[in-house]
Structures are given as structure tokens and as C-alpha cells.
């Protein structure tokens, strides 16, 4: 069945992703990758589906109503995907407004489009919100995040995801718009824009850089690898019920020192270094402010309910996320350098 689908958000790490699953997957549907293009969004993440001829791109602030309404009249789209964000923690401690304009502002103005464009007819169509656990806010040593765990958001990261998660299930119960969200947990893999916990620790390895680890390392995290992310959204996309939330995890807990140091045992050996060179970097440093100290995701209602469970062993994961940014020097050289901005220039001018 043909249908036109908005993926917000497709050049950076996650929506680059499911936009190369949809594309590859769904020849039929038109596929429209709507993004900023801000410090974290990179085209050249798409560089192999680009010239795909279900493929269209359109460089949009979600932040200007205008531009997004246009949007919705160009494609007078079926279903969204919405995965535009500002996502990283530390920046949102340094500057909340940009947090607040895109993922509070900028998903209201998808949902008002949406809303409006299918006033008359609803059938088939979807808002689907991709969202965080970090929502939940932060757990002791026990228990899971379920789906009816309350909102505790607890950075302005976290608060700005919250406030738009609230949004979209307010136009589901005020307008009947229809839904769907998943909340997911830390994702890892390649693509991923290295000032994230992993590829930036593989960068300062391969550089003989020090390992910076917030506070004391104990802070623990579930970790999913990003193609199992994308594989959840198809499903939920697909088979999901409207109206409902789908927690997406790895079941697979971490400290952050127990991880660091998985790494540097896996690096030690790619790089062909003697064992122990890489963990000789670990440097603790001052805490991040208000730091939440461990997330777990219960994702047992999208495994058993769809029958999504992750792929891939976390050790099997992480040497494959290894060996693509060891073997992708120039894509993280030109993050570094800042000369990946220069594509879009070159490629859509
Ligand atoms: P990312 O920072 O790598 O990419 C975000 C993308 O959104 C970039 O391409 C950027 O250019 C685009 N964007 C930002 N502001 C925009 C705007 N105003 N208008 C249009 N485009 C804009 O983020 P990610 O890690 O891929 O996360 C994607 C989504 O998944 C986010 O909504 C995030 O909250 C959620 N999420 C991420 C994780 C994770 O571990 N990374 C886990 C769970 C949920
Ligand atoms: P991050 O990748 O920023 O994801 P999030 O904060 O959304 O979970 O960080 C993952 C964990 O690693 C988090 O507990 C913070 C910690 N961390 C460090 O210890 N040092 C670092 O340099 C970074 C970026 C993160």
C-alpha cells in the first residue's frame, strides 16, 4: 500500500536509521526527511539512500509554524515519525531554551498540522512521538520503568521530552488525534554524534585521549543498539495500538565504569594495544549537575505484545560499534572538523 510518510529528524543518529529501514524496506511509500540540519544532524549518515527515488529531503525548523504547515500541504502526509530533537543532556543544562523551542514548541507545531490536515479523515493515519525513558525521572538500585510509571523528569532535557509526550497525548484525548509513543532507552551504535558517552570514549582512545567519567562511574543506564531502536519503530509503527505507549529497552544494565571498561578492553584489542593502554585514560571528573543516577526499561508489553525483542548480545553490539567508527575515520574526522556541515552545501545546492 502506498502511503507519505514524514521522518523528522532523519540526519541524525536514531532517524537516520529508521530512515534507512523505511527507505529500503517500504519501496512503495514516499518518504519525506524533514530536518534542521542543526550541529547534529548529517546528511552524509544518509549518503547511501539519498539518491533513492522514494526518498525526498526538506530542510525545516520545526520551531517556524509556517514552514511546517507548508510542509503538511506539499505532502499531505499519511503518518509522522517524529524524531527531531534537541537530545543532549549536558547541553541542556548549559542552554534549556533551545530544548524548550524545539521539543516542546516544534512538536506542538507538527501535532496543529497534523491535527488540522486530518480534520476531516482520520483513517489510516498516524502521530507517532518518538520519546525517552529519561521521562521517568531517576531510579534507586531497584525496580523498572513500566509505561504507567508517573513522570518524574529531572533535567531540562528530560522536562522538555515530558512536556512534549504530555502534548501529544493531550491532542489524542482533545481532538482525537491518533497516537502512538515509545520510550527508549540509551542507544548506542554507529552514526552517533561524539559528544554521546561512546563514540566520543572511542574517539579519545583511538586519539590517546583521557576517558572523562562523571561523579563516581555508578550511574547505571540500559543500553539498546540503534538498528533494534529503528526495528521497535517499524513494528510499533505498524502493528501498535493508537493511543498507547510502548517502553523500548535492551534489557541490559550497565554502570557507566563497568561499560567504560568493557570498551577499553574491546578497544585494547582492535587497536592491537597491550591490554590496560586504553583504561590508563580514565580520568574521574566533577559530576554533571543533578545527574540521574540509573534508568531500566521494562519492555516486556512491546515484547509481548508485538513480539520485538533486541537482536543483538551487547558484547557483539559494541564490537561492531567499534569496528564501524574505527573504519569510518573520515566520518568522525569530519565532525571534528566541522567539515561535515559543508555537504549539504555541496550536495543540494
Ligand atoms: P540527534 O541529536 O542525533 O538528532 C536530532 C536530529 O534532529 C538532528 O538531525 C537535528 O538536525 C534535528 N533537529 C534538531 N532540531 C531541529 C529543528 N528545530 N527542526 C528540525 N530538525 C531538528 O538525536 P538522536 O539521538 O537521534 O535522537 C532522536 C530522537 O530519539 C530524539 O527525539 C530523542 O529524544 C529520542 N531518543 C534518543 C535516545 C538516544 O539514546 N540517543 C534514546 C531515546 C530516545
Ligand atoms: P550520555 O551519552 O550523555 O547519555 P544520557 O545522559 O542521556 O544517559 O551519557 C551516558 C552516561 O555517561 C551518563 O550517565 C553520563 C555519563 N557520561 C560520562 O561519564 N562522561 C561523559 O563524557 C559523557 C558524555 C557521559
Redesign the pocket.
Known sequence: MQKTILITGGAGFIGSHVLRLFIKKYPDYKIVNADKLTYAGNLENLKDIEGKANYFFEKIDIVDKEEVKKLFERYNFDGVIHLAAE????RSITNPMEFIMTNIIGTVNLLNAAKDLWNIDKKGKLFYHVS?D?VYGSLGETGLFLEETSYDPKSP?SASKASSDHFVRAYGNTYALPFVISNCS?NYGPNQFP????P??INNIKNGKS?????D?K?T?DWLYVEDHAIAIDKIYHDGCIGETYNIGGFNEWT?IDL?KLLCKQMDIALGQEPGTSEKLITY?KD?PG??KR?AIDANKLKNNLGWEPSLQFEEGLKKTIAWYLNNEQWMNNITSGDYKNYYKEQYS
Open positions: 537530545s543532549h543532556v549536558d525517552t529519561e532535557y540509551n559528544e554521546k558517552l561512546l566520543l570514549f576517558l572523562p567519567v562523571y561523579g562511574g550511574f543506564r557507566n567504560i571528573v554533571r545527574h540521574d534508568y
